[in-house]
């Protein structure tokens, strides 16, 4: 069974840019969650789709976006980049966290605003 | 009232020794604590998970201990491998309300397991 396949693993973009980032999730799994991980603040919460619906979200600010398509592929929308951006986005797929809380990660994706 | 601590920072340990890692919560509605393994460039691993139903669960090496009066939980890895040295990360997550699918993680803790 394949894991959670993210692209790209790396991305680097200029201040002011947007950027588009995309995960699949282990085939079977309806829930896409997505993390920013930097070494100050640790692991942080974005938000959370299932069947196409976001049902949570992190404090972050509405620059910060997400979807989840019919097939459970999810993106997420970073528009108006700035240099605290620069982190490791991680997206994780479980079957129902209500359910079955078991997440599991992909690689990331690097993003590196300069 | 969301956060997870976890301590220490950092731990050096040597081959075929104990590795404890402990983290503590506030919040009373977390009912599921897993524990992730992370690697350089890689994204964190399911290590393994408890609910508050049991006050230990063990697989292989590790073995989490859950002590739900204190809120604290920690992460014991028997005979420590050098293969074992990456960072740690203690989470815990809420199944009701309205907090779907996240994860609250303490701060990680970075194992050095030296031959």
């Known amino acids: 069974k394949a894991g959670v396949t993210q692209t790209p693993r790396y991305l680097i973009k200029t201040r002011g840019q947007q950027v588009t980032l995309s995960c699949s999730p282990i085939?079977?799994?309806?829930?896409v969650s997505w993390y920013q991980q930097t070494p100050g603040q640790g692991l942080q919460f974005l938000f959370e789709?299932?069947?196409?619906?976001?049902?949570n979200k992190g404090n972050f600010p509405g620059r910060f976006s997400g979807r989840q398509f019919s097939n459970s592929r999810s993106e997420m929308n970073v528009s108006t980049l700035e240099l605290g951006d620069s982190a490791l986005y991680l997206c994780?797929?479980?079957?129902?966290?209500?359910?079955?809380?078991?997440?599991?990660f992909g690689q990331g994706t690097r993003l590196t605003v300069v | 009232q969301q956060q997870v601590k976890q301590s220490p920072q950092s731990l050096i340990v040597q081959k075929g020794g104990i590795s404890i890692i402990n983290c503590a919560y506030e919040?009373?509605?977390?009912?599921?604590f897993p524990w992730y393994q992370q690697f350089p460039g890689k994204g964190p691993a399911l290590l393994i998970a408890?609910?508050?139903?049991?006050s230990e669960k063990k697989e292989g090496r590790f073995t989490i201990s859950f002590n739900k009066s204190a809120k604290q939980f920690s992460l014991h890895i028997m005979d420590s491998q050098p293969g074992d040295s990456a960072t740690y990360f203690c989470?815990?997550?809420?199944?009701?309300?309205?907090?779907?699918?996240?994860?609250?993680f303490g701060q990680g803790t970075i194992l050095t397991v030296h031959p």
């Open positions: 408890i609910r508050p139903d049991v």
């Open positions: 989470a815990a997550s809420e199944s009701g309300g309205t907090s779907y699918g996240k994860l609250t």
């Open positions: 994780a797929s479980s079957l129902d966290p209500g359910q079955a809380p078991e997440a599991f």
């Open positions: 919040n009373t509605a977390f009912d599921y």
């Open positions: 789709y299932f069947s196409e619906t976001q049902r």
């Open positions: 085939s079977g799994h309806r829930s």
